[in-house]
Every structure is written in structure tokens, then in C-alpha cells.
């Protein structure tokens, strides 16, 4: 990794006290989901972000969450500390995603939907994975929001973006970062969570979610399920047919049941 990018990853904003708390609530294994609602409700905004996220008719849920209790109690401590982090990262962090030819609210729609995607099929799939892979599903994209800078720093924020619209799949796209800034967006989120010091199972999930092969036994579960849900929804857009396509060669090579993701990707497409 270029020293630019390192010194952008050593200067991103550290995490707020809140998040801190909860990130411990979430680590301890004899916490409560009461104690996790009470840090939440003790931050106005966070409290609105999360309800207004869990909201989203994304999810599914046909009854409004008007209480944080009421959040927490369906989605989970995992999925709340996840959509914590990216209240963060909404409120908190400067972004500018024209690079990549998207506005924040596009970026944070992206995120919410990866999220959203990955709650519905891992509910049908193994609900002891989420704990790793509804954080790593909201946060995988951040890594963008320094390589989007860097671009523009570089001058060349117009040639990527004109390139960028041939590029149709998750991989596609994370080659053309390497070929542009010798860094990948994969890579910068996992930079970005190690200076947080998230847990290893999440930096490591993202940062072999396009090189499967390469992450141990342990990891490689959770970047298979990653790829599959970031090849669905990218930032070329959601349910593409060459991102689709490549989504269930996923899951056909790593012999993943069709019949679950199948029927998540239909519930969200309406």
C-alpha cells in the first residue's frame, strides 16, 4: 500500500465513545441486548439513524420499529452494532464518492442493501455467522471513501470514473482501484477496521472477500457469502445480470444452496 494511503487510513476519524461501548457490549460474552439499548438510547442521533435504517423497506418487515428495544430485539446485537458503525460513518465521516460516480446517499443506500440482502439470506442460512458478517456487510464499501480522495488528489477522478462504467462486476471494479491506485477498496476497509481494532474475524472477511482462496478455513466462509452479496449489489447498481451471474457462480463453486439466496433476492426486488 502506497504511504498516502497509509497516512489517509492513520488520519480517518477514530470511533466515538458510543460506538466504543457498544463494540465492547458486542465482545463480552455475558452481555445483555438491555445493556446495548441503553448505550444506544443515551445518543439521540445514533437512536434516529438506527430507526430510521431498520426502517428501510429493505428489510422487510411490514410494522414500523418505533422503540430501539424493539430494534434490537429483531434484528440482533450484531446487526444493531453494524448499523452503529455505519451511523458513524454517515454523520461523522467527510465523503465525497464522485469518483466512483455516487452521491453519499447512494454510497449509504449501497451499504444498507448489502446489509439488508446479507440479513435475509443468512437468516435462512447459519445465524451464528451474522455476528461477523452483519458489521462486515454494512462496512465493506468504506474503504471507497479514501480511494475516491486519493483520485481526486491524483487527478484521476474523471479517467476512473469514465472506466469505471465498463466495469460490471465486484472484481472488475476492485481491479480497476489496483490498476489506478495499486490498492484495492477491500483492502482499505480492512486497513481502516484494524486501525478501529475490530476483531480479526471481520478485517480478514473483507479483505479476502474477492480472494477466496487465499483466506484460511476459518475466514473463508464468510468471504464466500460477502462475494456473493457484493457481486449482487455493487456500485454499478443492484441485481445486474453480470453481477448476478457471478454471485451464483459463487455459489455453485462452493456448493452454497441457490434455493435460499434465490428467494432473499426476491423478497427485495418486490
Not at 445514533?46 to 430485539?73: C, D, H, M, W
Not at 465521516?93 to 440479513?119: V, W
Not at 471507497?144 to 488528489?153: D, G, N, P
Amino acid at each position: 500500500m502506497d504511504e498516502s494511503l497509509i497516512k489517509r487510513v492513520k488520519n480517518f476519524p477514530p470511533l466515538d465513545e458510543t460506538i466504543i461501548k457498544i463494540q465492547e457490549i458486542a465482545n463480552r460474552k455475558n452481555s445483555s441486548l438491555r445493556e446495548l439499548v441503553q448505550v444506544v438510547e443515551k445518543d439521540p442521533m445514533l437512536t434516529a439513524n438506527i430507526l430510521k435504517a431498520t426502517n428501510s423497506p429493505l428489510y422487510g418487515f411490514t410494522r414500523e420499529i418505533k422503540s430501539v428495544n424493539q430494534a434490537v430485539s429483531l434484528f440482533g446485537m450484531a446487526t444493531i452494532r453494524g448499523f452503529a458503525l455505519s451511523s458513524m460513518m454517515q454523520s461523522s465521516i467527510k465523503m465525497d464518492l464522485s469518483p466512483y460516480n455516487l452521491s453519499k446517499e447512494q454510497f449509504l443506500n449501497i451499504s444498507l442493501a448489502q446489509n439488508a440482502l446479507m440479513f435475509s439470506w443468512y437468516s435462512r442460512v447459519e445465524r451464528s455467522m451474522m455476528d461477523v458478517l452483519m458489521p462486515a456487510s454494512f462496512l465493506i464499501e468504506m474503504g471507497k471513501i479514501i480511494l475516491a480522495e486519493e483520485l481526486k488528489e491524483e487527478n484521476k477522478a474523471k479517467q476512473f470514473s469514465q472506466e469505471l462504467s465498463n466495469r460490471k462486476t465486484a472484481l472488475e471494479i476492485s481491479q480497476l482501484e489496483e490498476e489506478y491506485l495499486n490498492a484495492s477498496s477491500e483492502e482499505m476497509t480492512a486497513a481502516i477496521l484494524e486501525h478501529w481494532n475490530i476483531e480479526y474475524k471481520i478485517v480478514n472477511a473483507i479483505r479476502y472477500s474477492l480472494e477466496i482462496e487465499k483466506a484460511d478455513e476459518n475466514t473463508r466462509p464468510y468471504a464466500i457469502a460477502l462475494n456473493v452479496v457484493k457481486n449482487a449489489i455493487n456500485s454499478n447498481g443492484r441485481f445486474k445480470k453480470d453481477g448476478l451471474q457471478e454471485a451464483y457462480n459463487t455459489i455453485e463453486d462452493y456448493g452454497l444452496e441457490r434455493e435460499k439466496f434465490t428467494k432473499s433476492l426476491e423478497m427485495m426486488q418486490g
